[in-house]
């Protein structure tokens, strides 16, 4: 059964016939050649790939076939090893080039439908459900308690619900981001105005203490003059100005 990809480097005939020797042992070769083991002979054998004449092969010998059934199989393949589907499901390589009319469409049919396994097993977590789902060898098979044509459709309703769920919550999130947005720009017209309450009241400040050392200054000069004018009458030179004004400092 297929549990490595066809190796394209390699001779795709040769790995056909690793393939074909391998599955003639089993129940489903005795199924194909004979109808069954029962109706098996002891004369008769299942023979080697190898001893199989070129018109006698079950598989197709052309290259171009080869090559193009090599494509659509690794594909297939590639989500059997993927999803870990049970071998004993797996188509044998020989098979996919089997000589018989619709063996890519039947390629195709296994890989859509593992494609379907595989996203509702993705949804499965994403989803976060809790129900343990059936394998997806079951799935694919069909032998699990539920078909994946009723997870499909629990998953589609499922799916709406949560899509609903986050437009709502994306919703609430743009208006909490919104009303941040108003409180933040509220919040800096207001540091804005303070600023420019306080930079007033500074203001205020220094313009009051500078008009009182005008006052100040303007009431010291006022006494200076009447004392001057005073000594002045009273016939006092400069001299006595000076050594008056330097006792009235000490």
């Known amino acids: 059964m297929a549990t490595t990809l066809i190796d394209t480097r390699k001779s795709i005939m040769t790995q056909i016939h690793a393939s074909w020797n391998q599955f003639r042992t089993t129940e489903a070769a005795y199924e194909l050649m004979f109808g069954g083991r029962q109706y098996y002979e002891n004369t008769q054998r299942i023979p080697f790939a190898e001893e199989f004449k070129k018109s006698d092969a079950p598989w197709t010998t052309k290259q171009s076939v080869l090559e193009r059934n090599t494509v659509h199989a690794n594909k297939l393949i590639r989500l059997y090893i993927t999803l870990n589907i049970d071998v004993a499901y797996r188509v044998p390589i020989w098979q996919f080039f089997e000589i018989a009319n619709g063996v890519v469409g039947r390629i195709k049919d296994e890989t859509k439908l593992l494609k379907r396994v595989q996203k509702v097993l993705k949804l499965e977590q994403e989803l976060e459900v809790h129900e343990p789902l059936p394998s997806a060898t079951s ?7 539920l078909s994946l044509e009723e997870i499909e459709d629990d998953f589609k ?13 994306a919703k609430a999130q743009q208006k909490a981001i919104a009303q941040a947005k108003r409180r933040n720009a ?6 804005k105005e303070q600023k420019r ?7 205020k400040k220094a313009l009051k203490r500078t008009t009182d050392w005008i006052q100040a200054n303007k ?3 006022t006494n200076v003059l009447k004392m001057l004018k005073t ?5 006092y030179t400069i001299k006595d100005v000076i050594e008056e004004l330097e006792r009235q400092l000490d």
């Open 157 to 169: 309703v499922k799916v709406k619900e949560a899509r609903k769920l986050a437009a709502k919550e």
């Open 197 to 203: 309450k306080d930079a007033a009241k500074e203001k």
């Open 139 to 145: 799935l694919f098979t069909h032998t699990g308690n």
């Open 219 to 221: 009431h010291g000069k």
């Open 231 to 235: 000594m002045e009458k009273d016939g």
């Open 186 to 191: 509220a919040l800096r017209r207001a540091k």
